[in-house]
C-alpha cells in the first residue's frame, strides 16, 4: 500500500477546517511533459499525413498557385474553367474578402488535381517491372521503353524530398498470377525432386485443380486482391506467425551479431549506453518519418510500411492465436540482467538522455546486488515456451495485481535490453568462440531473452552486442537495416578510456525494479525452462567466415553473387545429403504496398544438372561452367519472377488458406502445403543505409545473423557477402538428426566454392580476354 500511495500525483481530502490538497510537483511536471510530447508527435503525424498525401507534389506549392490565382483574377483574366468566378456565385457576397476566399478555393481545387495527377502518374508508373529483367552485362544495352521509364520516375521521385512513408500512396499492389502460370511454374521447380511416376501423379493432381476447384479458389483471391491492399500480407501474418503454436526460441526469431573485425569498447556499460541512444535517434527518426526510404537505384521505392513496428510492440500470446500489440510511445527501457528486471527511463526533463546520461543509469543496474525474487530470474522461459501454454499461464497469473502491472510494462516499453554476465568473443584461430557468440543470440540461456519482445538487444561483458528479434512484426531487411544505421555512428562515439563522450547535465532518474508475485506460477515457470532448456540443447550452430574471395571474383565471372552462392549451397547439400530437396531462399515484395516475402525455389532443372555434372568425372570443364551459367540465369530469373509478384508459393499459400475457409479439400494443395523446406535459404541484405562508409571502414560491418533450421531434418542457411573477399554463412540444424551436421555441411560449402573457383580459373585460363588494340584511334 505504501507504494500505491506514493504513485499518487495528487490527492485533496475534507477536513474540519476546508480542503486539505497535497500535489506532488514532479510528478505532476511528468505528467505535464508527457501530454505535450504526445501532442508535439500528433502534430507532427498529421503534417506528416498531409505532406505524404499529396506526395510528390510540394505543400509549399499551394501558395505559389493561390498568388498566381489572385493575380489573373484582380488582373481581369480568368483562372482555368473559370473556377474563381464559379465558385464566387456560390458564396455569400461579391466583396474583396469572398474574391480572396474564391481564389483560394479556385487554387486548391487546382493543385488538389495536380498533386494526384503528379501521385497517380508515378504509381502507374511503378507498375512497369521490365526494368528488372533488363540484362546488367557489361556492354548490354538498355531498351528504349525502359530508358524513357527511367527518365520520367526519376523526374517524379526527385522531385520533392520523400518521408519515409511519401511513397506508401504511389505503390501498386501486389499483382495476382494465374492458376495456369502458377502450375507451370510449380511442376518446373519440382522436376528435379521428383522421379517419372511421381511427377506424372503431381501433374495429374495439378492439371485437376487447375480445372476444378482451382476456377473458384481463385475468384475468391481475385475479390481479396481488389478489395484489400495486399492480398498476402495480412493472412501470412496471421497463419503463418500469429497461430503458431511452437515456441518463438530457435523456431522464429532470428538474430544479428556486432562488427566483429571491430572492438570500439570493452566498457559493457558505455557500449549499451551509445547503442540504446543510437537506437533512440532511429526511433525519432520513424516517428517523424524523418528516415530516408530505401530507394532500388536510387529512384525506386520499396514500402516502408514495416518499420511502422519497430519499437513499442510485442506479441501477445493466445489460446488459439496470438496478437502483435503496437504502443503509439513509450518513454522507457527494460532491462534485464542477472535475472532481475529493471525500468530505465530513457526521456526525462524534456529530452531524450543523452550517452553518458544512460550510461550513468546503467552502472547503476551493473553495480545493483539485487538477487531476483523466486521465479523471477526463469521469467522470460515463458516466452520460449508453446504459445497456448503461455497463453494459459498469462490469462491465470499475469491479468491482475503486481503481475500484470510489470508484465504490461515490459510489453509496452521501447525495447528489452539484456546485459549478459558473459562476453560475447571472436578469434579467427578459434571458430567455436564465434559459434557460442551467435547461440547466445538465437536462444541464450532459454530464459534471458525476452522472445515476444520486437527486440532484444544484447551486450556481452566485454562490450560487444547483438540483438533477437521476434519474426512476426517484420523481416529481417528492417532490422538489418536499423543494425546498420547504428554502426555507421557509433565508431566516434568513445572517449580515449572506452566511456560516452560528455559529461552529464544532471543526475539521471534511477532504474526501479519491477515487482513480481510468482509463487502461485512457479510449476508453470519450471517447466518452461526445462522446455527451453531442451529446445536450446537440440539446436547447434556453425558460423562460417570464409575469406578466400567474396563477390570480387563473383562479379569477375559475370555471374550474380546471390546466384553463385546459391548454387554453391545446391551443391554442398547434394554432397552431404545425396539427393535433391525443396530449397526456400527468401525474397521480398517490397516494390508492392504491404509487400513482404516471396519463396524463391533455388532447386531447378538447371541446377541440378549442373550438379550433377560437378559429381561426373568425364564432364568436361567447359560444360559445366556452361551448366553454371545456365543455372544461374535461371536462378536470376526465378527470383525476379517472385520480386515481381510472379512467385509460387504465396498464391499457392492464400489458395490454400481459402480452401480451409470455404471446407473444400485439396489433395493437390495439401500435399503441397505439406512438402518441408530441408534446406532453407536467406542473403542478410547491406548497404541500406548511406551513413555506412565501408571504403573509410572496411570492417564496419555486421557478421550478419541466422535463423534455426525450418525441417528437423534440414539446414537452416543465412550468409553475408560482407566485401569483396569475406563472406559469412550462419549455419544451424538441430543435434537430434543424425542425417544433419553443420560442421561437416559448412565444409561441404568450402569444398562446393573452391571447386566453383576452381572451374572458372581454369575456364578464363583456356579461354583468355583478347587484348585491347587501337585501330583507327578506337579501341577494339
Known amino acids: 500500500m505504501a507504494e500505491a500511495h506514493s504513485a499518487v500525483a495528487f490527492s485533496f481530502a475534507i477536513t474540519h477546517e476546508g480542503f486539505d490538497i497535497n500535489y506532488d510537483h514532479e510528478v505532476l511536471n511528468l505528467v505535464w511533459n508527457s501530454g ?146 502458377t502450375m507451370t511454374r510449380y511442376l518446373r521447380s519440382v522436376r528435379p525432386l521428383l522421379d517419372d511416376d511421381n511427377y506424372k501423379r503431381m501433374e495429374g493432381l495439378a492439371k485437376e485443380f487447375e480445372q476444378t476447384i482451382g476456377k473458384k479458389l481463385q ?47 570493452s566498457v559493457q556499460s558505455a557500449r549499451a549506453a551509445n547503442v540504446i541512444s543510437l537506437l533512440l535517434n532511429f526511433r525519432r527518426l520513424i516517428e517523424h518519418q524523418e528516415l530516408q526510404p530505401i530507394m532500388v537505384q536510387g529512384m525506386i521505392p520499396l514500402c516502408s510500411w514495416q518499420y511502422e513496428r519497430t519499437f513499442n510492440t510485442a506479441r501477445i500470446p493466445g489460446l488459439e492465436t496470438d496478437r502483435i500489440v503496437h504502443y503509439r510511445d513509450s518513454n522507457y527501457i527494460v532491462v534485464l540482467h542477472k535475472g532481475c528486471y529493471y525500468k530505465m527511463l530513457i526521456y526525462y526533463k524534456g529530452r531524450i538522455l543523452r550517452p553518458c546520461e544512460l550510461q550513468v543509469q546503467i552502472e547503476d543496474i551493473l553495480k545493483a546486488k539485487a538477487t531476483p ?26 491479468s491482475r495485481g503486481v503481475n500484470h502491472v510489470s508484465l504490461r510494462t515490459i510489453e509496452s516499453a521501447a525495447f528489452v535490453l539484456s546485459l549478459d ?69 557509433d565508431i566516434d562515439g568513445y572517449d580515449e578510456t572506452g566511456n560516452t563522450k560528455g559529461t552529464p547535465e544532471f543526475q539521471p532518474p534511477t532504474p526501479t525494479r519491477l515487482n513480481w508475485d510468482l509463487k502461485p506460477c512457479l510449476p508453470q515457470i519450471e517447466e518452461a525452462t526445462i522446455c527451453a532448456t531442451k529446445l536450446c540443447n537440440e539446436v547447434d550452430l556453425r558460423i562460417l567466415v570464409h575469406q578466400e574471395y567474396g563477390k570480387g571474383f563473383m562479379k569477375k565471372c559475370r555471374l550474380s553473387p546471390d546466384a553463385y552462392i546459391q548454387m554453391a549451397l545446391q551443391l554442398a547439400y547434394y554432397r552431404d545429403a545425396g ?100 534446406l532453407s535459404t536467406s542473403q542478410t541484405p547491406h548497404g541500406q543505409t548511406p551513413k555506412m562508409d565501408l571504403k573509410k571502414h572496411p570492417n564496419c560491418i555486421s557478421a550478419g545473423g541466422g535463423f534455426g533450421p525450418v525441417a528437423d531434418d534440414g539446414y537452416g542457411v543465412s550468409y553475408i557477402i560482407a566485401g569483396e573477399n569475406l563472406i559469412f554463412f550462419h549455419i544451424s540444424a538441430k543435434t537430434t538428426c543424425p542425417q544433419t551436421d553443420v560442421h561437416r555441411f559448412s565444409e561441404h560449402i568450402c569444398k562446393a566454392l573452391a571447386d566453383i573457383r576452381s572451374i572458372f580459373e581454369q575456364y578464363m585460363k583456356d579461354h583468355p580476354k583478347p587484348a585491347k588494340t587501337i585501330t583507327n584511334g578506337k579501341s577494339t
Not at 130 to 153: F, K
Not at 238 to 248: H, T
Not at 383 to 398: G, I, V
Not at 437 to 457: A, E, M, P, Q
Open 36 to 181: 505535450v510530447r504526445s501532442w508535439k508527435k500528433r502534430m507532427a503525424r498529421a503534417r506528416n499525413g498531409i505532406r505524404n498525401g499529396v506526395y510528390p507534389a510540394h505543400i509549399q506549392s499551394l501558395w505559389l498557385i493561390t498568388a498566381i490565382a489572385l493575380g489573373l483574377h484582380f488582373a481581369g483574366y480568368q483562372a482555368p474553367f473559370n473556377l474563381t468566378n464559379r465558385l464566387l456565385v456560390h458564396l455569400p457576397s461579391n466583396t474583396m474578402n469572398w474574391q480572396i476566399t474564391a481564389c483560394f478555393l479556385a487554387a486548391l481545387v487546382i493543385w488538389l488535381s495536380i498533386c494526384f495527377t503528379m501521385r497517380y502518374t508515378l504509381k502507374l508508373l511503378l507498375i512497369y517491372k521490365g526494368w528488372m529483367y533488363e540484362s546488367r552485362a557489361p556492354g548490354s544495352r538498355v531498351s528504349l521503353p525502359t530508358m524513357l521509364w527511367v527518365a520520367v520516375v526519376r523526374v517524379l521521385s526527385s522531385w520533392n524530398k520523400p518521408g519515409l512513408y511519401s511513397f506508401q500512396g504511389s505503390l501498386p499492389r501486389l499483382p495476382l498470377p494465374s492458376v495456369h502460370n
Open 219 to 265: 475468384w475468391y483471391l481475385i475479390l481479396k486482391s481488389w478489395w484489400s491492399t495486399n492480398y498476402v500480407s495480412d493472412w501470412w501474418e496471421e497463419y503463418v506467425y500469429l497461430r503458431g503454436r511452437s515456441p518463438l526460441c530457435v523456431n522464429s526469431n532470428f538474430y544479428g551479431t556486432d562488427a566483429i573485425f571491430m572492438n570500439l569498447t
Open 373 to 398: 525474487v523466486e521465479g523471477e530470474e526463469h521469467l522470460a522461459a515463458l516466452t520460449a515456451w508453446n504459445r497456448s501454454k503461455w497463453a494459459e499461464t498469462r490469462n491465470t497469473f499475469f
Open 421 to 489: 554476465d558473459e562476453p560475447f568473443e571472436f578469434d579467427l584461430k578459434r571458430p567455436e568462440l564465434l559459434d557460442s557468440f551467435g547461440k547466445k543470440l538465437l536462444h541464450g540461456n532459454g530464459y534471458n531473452r525476452w522472445f515476444d519482445k520486437c527486440f532484444t538487444v544484447c551486450v556481452g561483458t566485454n562490450g560487444r552486442v547483438g540483438f533477437n528479434a521476434e519474426h512476426t512484426w517484420a523481416d529481417a531487411p528492417v532490422m538489418g537495416h536499423l543494425w546498420e544505421y547504428i554502426f555507421g555512428d
Open 579 to 678: 539427393r535433391f530437396s525443396l530449397t526456400y531462399e527468401a525474397s521480398m515484395t517490397r516494390l508492392f504496398r504491404e509487400g513482404r516475402t516471396e519463396t524463391v525455389r533455388p532447386c531447378t532443372i538447371e541446377s541440378s544438372a549442373w550438379v550433377k555434372a560437378m559429381q561426373d568425372p568425364n564432364t568436361t570443364n567447359d560444360h559445366r561452367v556452361k551448366l553454371l551459367q545456365d543455372a544461374c540465369d535461371r536462378h536470376q530469373l526465378g527470383y525476379q519472377d517472385a520480386m515481381c509478384g510472379n512467385g509460387i508459393d504465396r498464391h499457392l499459400f492464400c489458395l490454400y488458406v481459402v480452401s480451409k475457409y470455404l471446407e473444400v479439400d485439396s489433395p493437390f494443395l495439401n500435399e503441397v502445403l505439406s512438402e518441408p523446406w530441408r
